[in-house]
Structures are given as C-alpha cells and as structure tokens.
C-alpha cells in the first residue's frame, strides 16, 4: 500500500474526530429538544448537520438559507454555548448553508443517512440538493419543507385547542387528516370560518401532529405566500423546480386561500398543483373565510374540486367557548385571573378569539410586570382602548332583559306594578343603568318602565348609588352588569 500508513493515520483521526464529535452533538440535540420542545426542534434544529471543527470554531450546515439565517437569530447564541460546554475548545459557532451536493464536511456516522425529503428516502427522482448527512441522527422520515414554506408555530396543537360546539366538527376533521392523511372523503380538507376563529391553528396541529407521528412531509404557506413565491420562480425561471419541490410533498396545506381571488395565473399553478397531488394520493388541506360554493372569483373547475372532499366550517365563538379559551389560557400562564374577569372578557370581546387571547396577554403581562393582582378594575385600567373599542350602544330594553336575567325575575316585571324587594331592586337597578349608559331622559326612563314617573327612576338612582356605596357585594353586581352591557 503505498503511502498508506499516513492516509490511514489521516483517515483514521477524521474518523474519530467525527466520532467524538457525533457523541457531543447527541448531546448538545438531546438539551435542545428538552429546551425548545420536541415540535420545535424538528422545526427548526433537527436539519443541522455537523461540519468540521477548525481551531476554535465548529461548522454546522442547514439546507437552506432562509433556516440558517432563522436558526442563527433564534439558536445561533445556545449553540455556541452548549458546544462550548461540551468542548471548551470550540468557542464559536459558524453556521452555513450547506452548497448543493457537497460532500458533507463531516461524513455520517456508521448507519446515520439523512434523505432530504420523503421522496428521496423512497428512492424517488429527488427534487432537492442533497443536504449533508447529519451526524449522529436516525434517518429522518419526517419534516416541514421549510425550504419552501413556512414554519409551524409550536403552540399551535391539538392539545392547545379549545373545543366547543362552534368548532368541534372543524376539530374532528383535522384530527382524522393528521391521524390518517388522504383517506376518502378527507381530501381535500377545505376549513372555513370567520377572522381569528382557529383555522390556521388547527392547519398547525395537523402538521405538528403529522411529524409528531414522523411519518411525511408537511409543507404549510398561505396562499399569498404561494403566489410570491410563484412569482419569484417565473422571475429566476425556476418554475419547474418550484412545481417540482410543491409536487414531492405528502401534505400541503394552504392557508387563507381568499387571497388568490382575482390572481388568475397562480389559482391556475394552484389548480394543477392540487390535481397532481391529490392524484398522487397526497393530501391537501385549505383554509379560507368562506366555503368554496361563497368563494366567488375562484375559478369554477377550482371551486367544485375544493368542495369534493370534507368542506368544515367553524362557527362564531358562544360564550361558553370563549370562557373555555380563556380558562385555558389564564391557566397556562400561572396568573390567577378571577373568574369574574373571565365572564367579563368573555362578554365584552365575542368578535374574535385572537382580540380575546391578545387582551388576556396584556392583562396577563401587566400582573407580572407589575406584580398586582388582576381584577376588574385593573381590567378596564389596562384593556382601556380594547374596551372602547368594543363600545357600542346599549338599549333600555337590552338593560331590562340582562337585570331581569341576572336576578332571575321575568321581563314583565320591569313594567309591571309589584312592589316585593326582590323585584323593586333589579328594577331600580335596571333603571339606575338606564340613566348611566344611554341618553334616555328620565320620563324617558320612566315611561320605558311601566310609565312611572320620572321621580321615581331619580329615587331609584339616588339608592342604588348608596346601596352601591354601603354594600361592595351589591356595587361589584352593578359593576359586573354595566360592564357586560357595555360588551
Ligand atoms: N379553539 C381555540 N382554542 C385555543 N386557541 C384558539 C382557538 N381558536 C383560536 N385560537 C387562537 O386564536 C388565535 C387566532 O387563531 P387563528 O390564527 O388560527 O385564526 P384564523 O381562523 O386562521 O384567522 P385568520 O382568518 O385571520 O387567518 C390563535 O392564537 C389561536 O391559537
């Protein structure tokens, strides 16, 4: 063997630099995935590969731009720690796009392979440059096809969403797709409801559920994503690897699909795109606004093949679900909110569940910045420009029926003539609300309640405000009612 000696040295120490360095990277990666969570690290860290180690300084390798950039503003400090905690010799970083077809800087470990895409573990024509083999990983059979799409949020699970009636069938569906992808009757699956009700998270929970199992590939983007990125491929004349990359996913799923109403050519790439993949046997999941038969300005031949599979619509919030969503919530952020400030919340904000969640993490963020406990008054404090918002004209006889409700006596007896403490009082009360959120006069008033005289509804405000001031059980009731009417 000529030479042989010093390569086999050369060789040989290679080799066991990689060894060494595959057993720190398991470990560095068994941290991270206790740290970030397991979604997130197959989001994000699973597709880094290890590369040489050249003074103080490790290269590690991600396919794509766009994760290495991701991975360098999220990871790019931890990293450097962990493998400095592990090493004290690496004292920096370097991370790198991994160029297409390069051998990997650090060859795998016995066994380790990493096909870059389904597609290619199954011995299809593979689409995608090879990444570097990583080290020290089992073979992925699973991930977001985040070079071509966007990443999954990890909070959005089926474990983090809140069932109801209004969206229990929308969550059915989603979770039969996620358990078995392109079954009869699912695929596509077509998501519809109002701003902020849930799609996207439930589109989410598919995917993150999908790699959960590790079973396929995922590739999540909204539609006006889809179009620019469309464009972007006509631009540098890469449709064909655009259409190539779409086609080699198992599941794609395509958010807010309203958006392509009126962009002729890409509804058109879609259309073909949705052909070839549910002719493939993949599956396809859209979310829009509306279901396909309201989506006017899609293309006809689109529209008919989006409703052929499971068309679900999610429903407006009921009460009940957004005080769910909020128990839900308040729980997992460790603040104790009253549950008075729930049923408040919950009244005064029903549009959506994002204005919901957004006004319970500001008051949320308010208890820990400032260490005060949440109560209503601190709520209307803090939520203040939330709450006008939702401001809007109440009637009397919207404050009659919501008294009547709270104390349990019928409509009628806001007109009527008895004179029993139990009804007496719910009326003043009703009147006292009459005065401080409408306009009304007081014979106004009066008339509205039986036609009494405008002094009585003054007497009744002048008691109700010292029985507010005597009592704090009685004043919180008040309290409580005016501000559900103000919702
Ligand atoms: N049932 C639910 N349980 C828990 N969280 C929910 C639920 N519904 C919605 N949310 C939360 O509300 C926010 C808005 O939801 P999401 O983004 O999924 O709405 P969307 O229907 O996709 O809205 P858009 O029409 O704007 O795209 C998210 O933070 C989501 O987690």
Redesign the pocket.
Known sequence: MTGGLEGYDAVAEANAQKSVLAIHWSRICERLKAEVGEVEYRTWLRQITVGPVEEDEITLYLPTRFLRDWVRGQYGDRLGTLWNAEVPAIRRVELQVARPGAAPATPPTDGAEAPATLAAARGDAAPRPAAPAPVAEEPRHAEVRSDLAAPLDP??TFD?????KP?EFAYACARRVAERPSSPGFNPLFLY??????????MHAIGAELLREGRVSVAYMSAEKFMYRFIAAIRSQSTMEFKEQLRSVDVLMI??LQFLIGKDNTQEEFFHTFNALVDAGRQIVV?A?KSPSDLSGLEDRLRTRLGCGMVAD?HATTFE?RIS?LE??ASASGVIVPAKVLEFLAHKITS???E??GALNRLIAHANLFGRPVTLEATQDVLHDILKAHDRRVTIEEIQRKVAEHWNIRLTDMSSARRARAVARPRQVAMYLAKQLTSRSLPEIGRKFGNRDHTTVMHAVTRVTELMEQDPAFAEDVELLRRMLES
């Open positions: 909070r959005f983090t969403f809140v069932v109801g969206n409801g109002g701003v902020g009700l849930g799609k996207t998270h439930l958010d807010d979310s606004d999610i679900l969503i839900a919530k959506n569940v994002r919901l969640e």
